[in-house]
């Protein structure tokens, strides 16, 4: 079975940290490229992080770049999401994609606010 389950999220003040872990199952984790997104109440979701299966290759767009970095360990199937410096406007439902086989994790929440 295909599975994505993502943790780490919670609560953090402005200027915090978190790491978001997701756990892959089912797929041949080490040859596929993983992503990170997120939405928002009322807003789309959106792309805060990619890498290649490698991990050579990483992408970020200019509203995390510098403060977000994404890495992954494909020995223990696992794909991060290191978030620094966060600000209120991070807080979303972040949720990990495996583009093959195009997969979503269930999400999770991420609130930042002092």
């Known amino acids: 079975q295909v599975e994505l389950v993502e943790s780490g999220g919670g609560w953090v003040q402005p200027g915090g940290a978190l790491r978001l872990s997701c756990a892959a199952s089912?797929?041949?984790?080490?040859?596929?490229?993983m992503q990170w997104y997120r939405q928002a109440p009322g807003k789309e979701r959106d792309l805060v992080a990619s890498i290649s299966a490698t991990g050579g290759t990483t992408y970020y767009p200019d509203s995390v770049k510098g403060r977000f970095t994404i890495s992954r360990d494909n020995a223990k199937r696992t794909v991060f999401l290191h978030m620094n410096s966060l600000k209120p406007e991070d807080t979303a439902v972040y949720y990990c994609?495996?583009?093959?086989?195009?997969?979503w994790g269930q999400g999770t929440q991420v609130t930042v606010s002092s």
């Open positions: 089912g797929f041949p984790f080490s040859s596929r490229n």
């Open positions: 994609y495996a583009t093959v086989p195009g997969v």
